[in-house]
């Protein structure tokens, strides 16, 4: 490429800097770049040819004012330097580099990213995030906010067989981009946001259909003692969502939450122990002893083999940050780092559904006033969770039912179209995608987790599966 090459370059690209204001446009040639850990991409002459017809195709400079054209020392160099930071170096021999800022990097990344998400949305009708994105939206926000919304999508968009599709990535998103997740949670969720909002509300006072002593027995439904499990989410105000946290951040967060873990060892109504499986930790655990808690169903399992957590950045970093609270019956545990900062369980096999549900909200009540910054909730959306299917009470209670006449066909088939109509999931005996049990038995648990009450999810629970029993045993006269 000789000096009138070079300077005629210069000058189309002056002129094109004159005609935009924004770096956003400039930025869709540098999608096809990529940039080294110093900051400089290079590449060969037909490159150099690639990306400037690309500018001359988008019309693209984005720079506020005139290109600078400045030669060098040596005749046959120009830096075509643009008011926004960025410099071109053109140099004769046929080689070209470019200097751009982690900021103009980002915007590049973005536009690839934008133009993958606008190819997805007719591939991907079931992608709620993909469906839900507004391009206009999106370009109505800072650059900063720009690269922050498209992270949300990062899993969405690098698995377009997900559902939902999205992450929140800081305590505030719900609200930052309250015009993308809020169209998405009434998506997923059926539910128009316009005529109702979100109560987080305990009390099963006055609940219709329950029991007049509050008492919610359900041997009084025929029913043996169940196994019963329920957990809520909760996350750290202080700190970035998992999707988000750097390796300090988790560690932080561990050494953070380690003071109420002391707290809940000291009080006889907890007390058990705290394990970590950060690598130099007090409480480190090596892998056998790992592996006995996963086993056991206490500690969770090994989150780098997620796909959609490894693209929405969850299972970063692992295993550092994480850990798990475990009581001395072992019927209260508290995961650490998982895909919220807190999953908060308790167990237990009996008759009285109140007692588990009890024991949470004490617990909950613990540890959210030990927590310095409090968790994060939204006015209108309720408890703020990672994954928006989970926003709203953050809350998933089980409970293991036998049910051999409905499910005679091997198949959970039946059961279904009985649960259903009631606001009830059924799984397998091991969790989703695991088969049911060889004595019939399944996991129940209400399907709503937004704009309803935890109140209202003990209520469903219990008279969905006292209608689940009646259709049991109406299946077994048959």
């Not at 059961?415 to 005996?429: F, I």
């Not at 989703?432 to 399907?447: L, N, Q, R």
């Not at 003990?458 to 259709?471: E, F, N």
Request: hydrophobic letters at 40%; one cysteine or more; aromatic letters at 6%.
């Amino acid at each position: 490429m000789g000096r009138s090459q070079i300077v005629r370059v210069a000058k189309e690209l002056a002129r094109l800097s004159q005609q935009q204001q924004r770096w956003g446009d400039a930025s869709r040639a540098l999608s096809t770049v990529t940039a080294t850990s110093s900051g400089q991409t290079s590449g060969s002459e037909q490159g150099w040819r690639q990306y400037s017809k690309m500018f001359a195709a988008t019309g693209a400079i984005a720079a506020a004012g005139a290109v600078t054209t400045v030669a060098a020392a040596e005749e046959e160099r120009v830096v075509i330097k643009l008011p926004s930071g960025l410099e071109v170096s053109v140099v004769a021999e046929g080689e070209w580099s470019i200097a751009v800022s982690k900021a103009q990097v980002d915007s590049a990344g973005n536009f690839k990213k934008v133009a993958e998400i606008m190819a997805l949305k007719a591939k991907c009708p079931d992608n709620i995030a993909i469906q839900v994105f507004d391009e206009a939206y999106y370009n109505s926000l800072s650059p900063a906010l720009q690269t922050r919304l498209l992270k949300c999508l990062d899993s969405g968009r690098e698995n377009p067989d997900s559902h939902m599709g999205c992450y929140a990535n800081s305590p505030d998103d719900y609200e930052t981009f309250k015009p993308f997740f809020k169209p998405a949670l009434e998506v997923y969720h059926k539910i128009d946001l316009s005529q109702k909002k979100h109560i987080n509300n305990w009390e099963l006072k006055g609940v219709k259909g329950l029991p007049e002593d509050g008492i919610l027995d359900m041997s009084k439904i025929g029913l043996p003692p169940l196994s019963m499990r329920v957990r809520t989410g909760r996350n750290l105000s202080k700190y970035p969502m998992p999707a988000s946290m750097t390796k300090q951040d988790r560690i932080d967060a561990e050494i953070a939450m380690g003071k109420v873990f002391d707290v809940l060892i000291a009080d006889p109504a907890f007390g058990g122990e705290y394990v970590s499986m950060t690598p130099g930790h007090k409480h480190f655990i090596d892998e056998r002893r790992y592996q006995e808690l996963v086993d056991s169903h206490i500690m969770f399992k090994d989150m780098s083999a997620d796909p959609y957590l490894n693209s929405a950045g969850i299972s970063s970093d692992w295993p550092f940050g994480r850990g798990c609270y475990i009581s001395k019956d072992k019927q209260f545990i508290i995961w650490l780092g998982e895909e919220d900062h807190l999953r908060i369980m308790c167990m237990q096999t009996g008759v009285i559904l109140n007692k588990v549900f009890d024991r949470l909200k004490s617990a909950i009540d613990v540890v959210e006033n030990l927590i310095e910054g409090g968790t994060a909730k939204h006015p209108e959306f309720g408890v703020v969770t990672s994954c928006p299917t989970n926003i709203g009470t953050g809350m998933r209670a089980s409970v293991h039912v036998k049910l051999p006449n409905l499910t005679s066909d091997g198949t959970d088939t039946k059961a279904k179209a009985v649960a259903k109509p009631l606001g009830l999931s059924v799984r397998g005996k091991g969790g989703e995608h695991t088969p049911i049990g060889k004595d019939g038995t399944v996991d129940i648990s209400p399907s709503a987790r937004f704009c309803i009450s935890e109140a209202e999810i003990v209520t469903a629970l219990y008279l969905g599966i006292g209608k689940l029993k009646a259709a049991e045993d109406a299946a077994k006269k048959k």
